[in-house]
């Protein structure tokens, strides 16, 4: 009996250990050691194909020297505001990383820099993202590629320094001018058509 109770122990301990090993990272686990930042102004409407996000982050300077050791590479992401989420489970804030849709937006892969200098990257906001409210996240990876601790350039409720980007509509002016010609171009062949016609018939009556 003795011997069974310690077989289950052992497997337990072991069930247990492969579930913490399976890569599942929460983000409450995280520690949030990056100075993260993100221009433009707050108040600008950015457009989605056209503007441009400079990112700059670094390891918060009040740290003590060599927290950032583990620190492999970086991710940075454009995420959504809570405002934006409401009602939309597609956009569902997570604990578990692997889950969370927070952030669905990749901004850039990089080495990370260990020398306490700060990191920036402008960004050409993709076509394809949505009008939003957003903010910008950055992780910070292990060697191993896992989450080890993060920076964003909001505040912990994500209620501050958020921005606006609007999505493109499908239609340019280039376009628009193309079809207003087209359209003028009808409407004039109409009417030729029509006083061709009309002279045809009068020239049978004559006859």
Request: with cysteine; aromatic share 12%; hydrophobic share 40%.
């Amino acid at each position: 009996m003795a011997s069974r109770g310690l077989l289950l122990f052992v497997s337990l301990l072991l069930l247990g250990f492969l579930g913490s090993s399976d890569g599942t990272i929460l983000f409450s686990s995280l520690k949030k050691t990056l100075v993260v930042t993100a221009k433009p102004s707050t108040t600008q409407v950015l457009k989605a194909g056209i503007d441009n996000i400079t990112i700059t982050w670094g390891l918060n300077q009040t740290l003590l020297t060599g927290t950032d050791s583990a620190y492999k590479t970086i991710k940075a992401e454009l995420c959504y505001a809570p405002v934006s989420q409401v009602d939309r489970a597609w956009r569902k804030t997570e604990d578990h990383l692997s889950k969370d849709k927070t952030c669905q937006f990749k901004i850039v892969n990089m080495p990370y820099t260990s020398t306490n200098k700060n990191q920036s990257y402008t960004w050409t906001i993709e076509r394809d993202v949505p009008s939003a409210t957003y903010f910008v996240r950055v992780y910070a990876f292990n060697a191993d590629k896992h989450e080890v601790a993060y920076g964003q350039n909001t505040d912990t409720h994500k209620t501050e320094n958020l921005f606006e980007i609007q999505a493109i509509t499908g239609r340019h002016v280039s376009l628009d001018i193309a079809s207003v010609c087209f359209s003028s171009f009808s409407v004039v062949a109409l009417f030729v058509f029509f006083f061709i016609e009309k002279r045809k018939a009068r020239l049978s009556e004559r006859k």
